[in-house]
């Protein structure tokens, strides 16, 4: 069983830090270049830079929670969640097809329980 995950390619979770501006404010990402490219294929699909959509994602984080708490954990999971929702078939596999015209309800509808947070965002509060 395990030869399944320790055949991959080396260069995969070879660690990788990239240095970017969030509002202004310099930070740095440091995370497996796994990541770095499922990062990259997400961005692409709504014709964005993967540092715009790490600042979007940063943003909507912040106005739903309040706080950016884990913030390179987070990035882990949307790439993990982002892949599951492909292989589910909840977002198309399509690279062609843009994230921002995608149904969220109709995506996240009937997800079990622990993979959907339908507490109410940190500005409805």
Not at 76 to 85: A, E, S
Not at 95 to 120: C, N, S, T
């Amino acid at each position: 069983m395990c030869e399944i995950f320790i055949r991959a390619d080396p260069d995969s979770y070879a660690p990788e830090s990239r240095s970017l501006r969030l509002h202004g404010a310099a930070t740095s990402v440091r995370l497996e270049k796994l990541f770095w490219n499922v990062l990259q294929e997400i961005a692409a699909r709504d014709g964005m830079r993967v540092t715009q959509l790490i600042e979007r994602l940063y943003d909507e984080l912040v106005a739903h929670r309040g706080q950016a708490a884990n913030f390179t954990s987070f990035l882990r999971v949307c790439c993990l969640r982002y892949q599951l929702l492909i292989a589910q078939g909840r977002i198309p596999a399509d690279a062609g097809v843009p994230i921002r015209g995608l149904d969220v309800r109709e995506v996240l509808r009937g997800l079990p329980e622990g993979l959907y947070d339908e507490a109410p965002s940190a500005r409805a509060a």
